[in-house]
């Protein structure tokens, strides 16, 4: 079993910097990818980044390569979604996902919400607003 807890969301201006957190508990994340989506109000959930500890490769969505950045503490178990140059259209609840993905799958299937089926955190709103 795996519990997953998101956190540091908030309010920040177009051109601001929020960098949000993934703490994971229980069962060690090996073979795990942990993957970062949001959800805009009337939009379906969207893949931004997903962290394969079976290689160490990062995946991004085109909408936020070069502007967002995961990273991974193993000491402490968590996952950091780093944003940068946060614009409006980055605003929506984050969520952070972990499942075992085959490694021959991960980069064709890791932005799909449905094959994540075990291990979900709760939101974390992002708002982008002046």
């Known amino acids: 079993e795996v519990q997953l807890q998101a956190s540091g969301g908030g309010l920040v201006q177009p051109g601001g910097s929020l960098t949000l957190s993934c703490a994971a508990s229980g069962r060690p994340l090996d073979h795990y990818s942990i993957t970062w989506f949001r959800q805009a109000p009337g939009k379906a959930r969207e893949g931004v980044s997903c962290?394969?500890?079976?290689?160490?490769?990062?995946y991004y969505a085109d909408s936020v390569k070069g502007r967002f950045t995961t990273s991974i503490d193993n000491a402490k178990r968590t996952v950091f979604l780093q944003m940068n140059n946060l614009k409006s259209e980055d605003t929506a609840a984050y969520y952070c996902a972990a499942e075992r993905i085959p490694p021959t799958l991960v980069q064709s299937s890791w932005r799909e919400p449905r094959i994540y089926t075990h291990y979900w955190g709760q939101g974390t709103q992002v708002t982008v607003s002046s």
């Open positions: 962290y394969s500890s079976t290689d160490g490769t990062t």
